[in-house]
């Protein structure tokens, strides 16, 4: 972990007609870091990142990617500087199947500058690349998961798919939007250790979650949101005993009751 | 009374696995090149086995239908632009070449490769404005195009006005004409097959499947949407410089609706997503129209009819249908 931030977020703020969705966030992110992201639904978690990544334009603010303003590009633009990111819902290509899935990144600018996946060297055939990157990130090629539409496959192998299209484009950092939602808890516990080597393997990750447990087990730091604004920043244990964050998750009169049986 | 389903099953033939194609016997070599051999060998027989010159006119132009409903068929089902501007494409094209045989004094062996490229250029160029946007725009600003065409050249006077260009060049002979226009039918229907299944023809799949993960994967979409309608208004102008040389005519009439409509009535019928599908419609609903000109206006009804009744009783279209009858076993099973 260096000290340089990769990714300082500046007072950003997003409007939707009256309402403010997200208000003034600022936040900075090391190289190497996983920061969590967390909130009740609808307080504008999903919204921020949609802001850093480009996909909706900011009020006012700015994004800093390595000491650059990045706010106000389009999307693949950002994407194509290396921050990738994962969609809430799904976003396959679902007439394709798995493997063909991520010839798309492995076809953009950014994958033929890096090589892909590993990097370095010349980007061989894409459909081989694509099926090691799917089985380095648990499809198995014995069963001929990679090979099968991505139509007809769960929500685990297309959360983890979501995942691989990210890492086909070698990116510097990826911001991924609740891939632990809608898993089951062996499925959860699989995918932590993904989560670790993915960061081992000096990639930087914003993680938005609603599953508490695994996300203190991984992230370095964690935010949390509500109502557009940012309630607090800190480590794991820090959020954890703070009392605005159980106001915020629980409601200010619960949270002496939760506090007993917790 | 016991309850029935349909069980469908894939005829245990292993095609091919990764790439390599893995044949075995004839039989399994036939099942594969059969059907496109009936195909390709049905339509250059076609000139011989038809005897009078009109029926052989009325195949030229099943041929330039057929390559607009490849090109409506590509953009609307792999690149997600619903095209409704056939006539367009065809009007450039034709226009095009008309203006380079009868200016410049081109051949149509120059004139016809390079109204198509140019004509590409322009209606690319005229489309992109439209490109960035999502939904129905590209189809409303395409079917509005050449309606805009024609009453500019009707109002300024320009390119011959209401009388259009006339004295173009025809082809050599009839066969040149019929064999030049067969084979680039069968050449951009087997290309644009195999384009669709390339990679980039993956990223076009992809725009079409899903926008924004393309985005996120740090693609510019307009650059690619770009891309395809450059290949499809290609072979729509393709098919109006070949149409020109073959009438020796170019005039507004190149504009009109028709042009526009039955590629996508031939989609219809044919089986949408397969590219075969709107050949096989063509030669279907060209020469009915043909056969129901004798009716006058009331061989519009029996058309109607026809596609009303294939839209209910067979909205997948015929292509569809008989691959899922070639390619699988059917049987019914008890629940």
């Known amino acids: 972990m260096s000290d340089e931030p990769i990714l300082q977020v500046k007072d950003v703020t997003k409007i939707f007609g009256g309402i403010t969705a997200v208000n003034h966030i600022s936040f900075d992110i090391k190289e190497g870091e996983i920061l969590g992201i967390i909130g009740p639904n609808g307080s504008g978690k999903t919204t921020l990142i949609n802001c850093i990544t480009g996909f909706i334009k900011i009020a006012s603010g700015k994004v800093m990617y390595h000491g650059k303003n990045i706010a106000g590009k389009p999307a693949h633009k950002i994407a194509d500087m290396g921050i990738a990111r994962t969609f809430q819902i799904m976003r396959p290509y679902y007439s394709l199947p798995c493997y063909k899935n991520l010839v798309i990144p492995l076809f953009s600018p950014r994958a033929k500058r ?31 998961v990679p090979y099968k539409i991505a139509s007809t496959l769960p929500t685990g192998y297309l959360k983890r798919l979501e995942l691989a299209r990210c890492l086909a484009l070698k990116p510097e950092l990826i911001i991924c939007d609740e891939v632990f939602s809608g898993l089951s808890m062996s499925e959860i516990a699989s995918m932590v250790p993904l989560i670790e080597r993915l960061q081992m393997g000096g990639i930087t990750l914003i993680m938005i979650e609603h599953r508490l447990r695994e996300l203190f087990q991984v992230a370095n730091r964690v935010m949390v949101m509500n109502f557009g604004e940012k309630v607090i920043e800190g480590t794991s244990e820090q959020v954890m005993s703070d009392e605005k964050v159980r106001e915020v998750y629980f409601g200010s009169e619960a949270s002496e009751e939760v506090m007993k049986y917790a | 009374m016991e309850e ?124 992109l404005p439209c490109l960035p946007l999502r939904g129905v725009y590209f189809s409303i600003v395409t079917l509005m195009y050449p309606l805009v065409a024609a009453r500019i050249i009707e109002a300024l006077d320009i390119l011959g006005g209401t009388d259009g260009i006339m004295g173009v060049e025809s082809f050599s002979s009839n066969w040149t004409e019929q064999y030049f226009i067969i084979f680039m039918t069968l050449i951009f229907l087997f290309g644009l097959r195999r384009l669709v299944n390339t990679d980039l023809g993956l990223v076009f799949r992809a725009v079409k499947d899903n926008d924004q993960a393309v985005k996120a994967s740090g693609i510019n979409i307009t650059t690619y949407k770009a891309i395809a309608v450059f290949i499809a208004s290609g072979v729509g102008c393709l098919a109006g410089a070949c149409l020109v040389h073959i009438y020796m005519w170019s005039g507004i009439s190149l504009f009109a609706l ?78």
């Open chain 2, 4 to 127: 029935r389903r349909k069980e469908r099953l894939d005829r245990g033939i292993k095609i091919r696995t990764d790439k390599i194609y893995a044949l075995m016997s004839w039989r399994e070599l036939s099942y594969l090149t059969l059907p496109r051999l009936v195909l390709i060998v049905g339509m250059l027989i076609l000139p011989f086995v038809i005897p009078s010159a009109y029926w052989q006119r009325v195949i030229s132009i099943v041929c330039v239908y057929a390559l607009l409903g490849l090109s409506f068929d590509f953009l609307a089902q792999f690149v997600g632009l619903v095209s409704l501007g056939g006539a367009f494409f065809i009007g450039i094209g034709g226009y095009l070449a008309a203006i380079l045989n009868t200016s410049l004094g081109l051949p149509p062996l120059i004139t016809i490769p390079a109204a198509t490229v140019i004509g590409a250029a322009i209606s690319t160029l005229l489309l």
């Open chain 2, 258 to 335: 028709d042009f526009s409509i039955l590629p996508i009535a031939a989609t219809v019928i044919g089986g949408a997503g397969t590219l075969v599908g709107p050949v096989l419609g063509c030669f279907i609903l060209v020469p009915i129209s043909e056969l129901l000109r004798a009716f006058g206006t009331l061989r519009i009804v029996f058309y109607s009819l026809i596609l009303v009744a294939f839209i209910v009783f067979r909205s997948e279209g015929i292509m569809v249908y008989g691959q899922r009858k070639y390619h699988q076993f059917e049987r019914w099973v008890k629940i």
């Open chain 1, 114 to 144: 890096t090589g892909g996946w590993r990097g370095g060297g010349k980007l061989g055939d894409r459909d081989t690349v694509g099926i090691d990157i799917l089985e380095e990130i648990g499809f198995e090629r014995d069963s001929f």
